[in-house]
């Protein structure tokens, strides 16, 4: 190829008044498009099985808190690591509601998996695949995925096929809509980037044309309604940078139609309902005196510019975010596999999937089986990132003990089982204030402490737990700026 | 108002297990959003002409380089600013080429107006409407516009007027595509953040799809095939960053694959023509030692998968990026001023448009008229931004005497003519290379410089640039970690 290359650099350099020179070796270029042998590869190609010899294969679906933190500890001299996902990269959940308003930047919240588990994009045998699992044939050790080419409008999804030697399915859940019409169609969840992203633009989008004449005092009114449902962590904390927001930047930078703007939390329980007492008046009292208006009310059908909630009354929107838990994802529900109270895969002790050989699962997906005698954990990224671990170790020891391949553990001593060790809640609630509830369980008595203290302790936290210096960077950085300088309000 | 949201607070939060308590308080909260009065403002609204004893007002239709210049040189105690602009931002265009590959983030070549000209979002008669203007109405001194409501499904665009003393007509120009069919449907141009978003973005997918099992050899090659249309600076400076992506980032981080991608740049005459030989044959063989193809050859016709030349040659591509330069844009064409050479709109030696009162036009969308004898400018951030400065200058100059509103400055003196002086072109070429060329015509002799030297004259020149100290920092921050980190690669 570099006898082309340089035949081409030649004739269209050297001679530059005589362009028909360019046309013979154009032709040569284009002979690498169709060198034909290997064109015939077939749309059902894949992963055939690992033979004796070679590593094992481990297969992840998913690429959350569980999916990464388990390749992050996988030994790859013992296993080549495959990981299906349709997105290259892991959220820094705890992190995305500060990206919606510019107090972090979108990137500094998204690790590639590629940092996180460098084997993925150098060792031979190991691979990420932008790809959606479809099902799982565990008789025969193979998964059967589809290729997400969305943005690509010449090329249409492909199935193909993996066969594993241990399978991880850490595949997360799904935003709960409990039903509800139109939430779909019109609200947007708080789970990926490009949410975030969505909920930057459209409120900035709303900010701008809310000043633009011709506008009516009512719609107005009505574009600058943000309305967010579900008064959990992310719902609380999403409304309360939303709400320092405007009190910092937009009373500076929108000064025309600042007095149009507010922030309403519709929640049908209490706020931070898992939070203790103390905590959950403060956080009520903080939200309340940064004009968070917090209302009573359960949601009956959201439609283009206004909910309706089961009272009858009808509240007009011009951003409504989502953010009411999770519940398990069709492809969860499909699998047939034995299932954990909640519809998650259920698992045992050891977290194997415990009905087929060499399947596990981890993170929001997952939960013990009820023969366990174990309760469902919450939905929260320290469980997925402690399962991830300890899945990663056990992983590692079979391996070690030449248990790696399908079918080699069968009858193995897998060592300890799983122990959930809740080590506290933390929620921010607006500039410089944060709740930090360290009891063990919703019923036990601890430490819980709220206001600046725990707001340094909540950001030094999450500082030491991005994954990479690259990211710890980046955050400190922005935060820095968005102190000094405040906050970044170009609609890109 | 306060009443109803302490109300509000009251019965929802104090009596938690009465839900039922919050239906009045919403339906107290829901009178706000119908307060009726001004709720039937008219759609064709806008603002009056000014009176006179208020403060004159500069109506600026763009924000590029040369409006935003102007922005920021503007007296705000002699003028209201009202800026008209389908974007809130100006893009910092010299660096947009490092950010599709993720050298530099796009924010930091986003420059929001309100930071440009902080007027626009504090004083009461100053604005920035997201808005295209549609036509100029100069013999009554009104401007026509339409909103741009795309991403807010529920709003429908509408449109209103704005009366001005003095109007700049800053509007820029748009990519030529030499009416070659299927340009716009499948190549990306290299104008605006979104651009580069979208190129990062498809690059990124390319490269994960070609590594997934099913692909063909031909599709990969094909679909890590980077075209780029266009020799002048942008074109080089795109695909010097490109292959340094490849040869830096892409062999580490794609390994599977780091062999199919290339880089082919396609230009019907010479690279870099401004630049003096000497540069010229510099570039040519930098580009050519980072890998990137250089081809003459003209194209006839854009396909969804491959261009055609005319010489019947097709190449396929994955990737394309079109950077043939600029001409006007619909909206100029359809003014009914008298047109300078090239069908810009045509001014005198003070930016004015001669046939009317009080209006003026910089940057890429005027050119001298040929009764000036003077030559049209090249369409440089360069050129647009001396304008901008004169302008701003003039104007003030002009309010200063009594002259700043609609139809009072008609008999005055105005001072000096605009004069041009090149102060130098510069390109990048890959890592720590750039070209400076300092002659001020083509035809001038005078310094030129390549390599290590000239690359970090040119950082430097950028870093003291950008517009706000926000962004020459994080620039500064950027370029720093992708030194230090490489460039990330997480596709959001």
Not at 109 to 117: C, D, F, S, T, W
Not at 164 to 179: H, M, P, Q
Not at 349 to 361: A, G, I, K, N, T
Request: with cysteine; aromatic share 8%; glycine share 10%.
């Amino acid at each position: 190829m570099s006898w082309f290359r340089s035949l081409i650099q030649r004739s269209s350099i050297r001679h530059p008044l005589k362009p028909s020179k360019a046309t013979p070796s154009l032709t040569l270029l284009l002979s690498e498009f169709s060198t034909g042998t290997e064109a015939a590869a077939s749309r059902e190609a894949g992963l055939g099985p690992t033979r004796p010899g070679d590593k094992a294969r481990v297969v992840v679906l998913g690429s959350g808190w569980a999916g990464c933190r388990l390749m992050k500890g996988i030994d790859t001299k013992a296993y080549d690591v495959v990981c299906v996902s349709p997105r290259n990269h892991m959220v820094f959940t705890p992190l995305l509601a500060s990206t919606c308003v510019g107090t972090l930047e979108f990137r500094s919240v998204a690790e590639p998996i590629g940092r996180i588990q460098p084997a993925i994009s150098r060792e031979p045998g190991s691979y990420f695949f932008l790809a959606n699992c479809i099902s799982v044939d565990a008789q025969n050790h193979v998964v059967h995925c589809q290729t997400k080419t969305d943005g690509v409008g010449t090329l249409e999804p492909w199935n193909f096929n993996i066969s594993y030697d241990k399978l991880v399915i850490a595949a997360g859940a799904e935003a709960s809509t409990f039903g509800i019409k139109g939430v779909k169609e019109h609200a947007i969840f708080l789970r990926e980037v490009y949410h975030a992203q969505e909920i930057r633009r459209k409120l900035l989008l709303n900010l701008m044309l809310s000043d633009v004449p011709g506008v009516t005092e009512e719609e107005k009114r009505r574009l600058l309604h943000c309305v967010v449902v579900g008064g959990g962590p992310t719902g609380v904390e999403f409304s309360g940078e939303l709400s320092d927001f405007i009190l910092r930047d937009v009373h500076q930078t929108y000064a025309h139609v600042k007095d149009y703007i507010h922030v309403t939390l519709i929640e049908a329980n209490e706020i931070l309902s898992s939070f203790d007492d103390r905590l959950r008046r403060y956080a009520t009292k903080q939200l309340t005196k940064s004009g968070v208006r917090l209302v009573r009310g359960i949601v009956k059908d959201v439609q283009p510019e206004k909910i309706v909630l089961t009272d009858g009354t009808d509240v007009p929107y011009g951003l409504l975010v989502w953010s009411t838990g999770v519940g398990p994802s069709p492809f969860v529900k499909n699998l047939e596999f034995p299932k954990a109270p909640g519809g998650r895969i259920g698992v045992d002790e050891w977290l194997r999937v415990p009905s087929v050989q060499d399947v596990f699962s981890i993170g929001d997906c997952c939960g013990f089986l009820e023969s366990t005698g174990k309760p469902t954990l919450p939905a929260l990224a320290q469980v997925a990132e402690r399962q991830g671990k300890y899945l990663a170790n056990l992983l590692n020891q079979i391996g070690k003990i030449g248990g790696g391949h399908a079918n080699a553990a069968k009858d193995m001593e897998l060592g300890k089982q799983f122990v959930y060790k809740h080590l506290g809640s933390m929620a921010t609630v607006g500039r410089f204030k944060a709740l930090v509830d360290l009891r063990q369980s919703k019923e036990a008595k601890g430490l819980s402490m709220a206001g600046f203290a725990s707001w340094f302790i909540w950001r030094s936290a999450y500082l030491t737990r991005v994954v990479s210096w690259r990211n710890r960077f980046y955050v400190a950085i922005n935060w820095t700026t968005t102190f000094v300088f405040g906050r970044d309000i170009s609609r890109i």
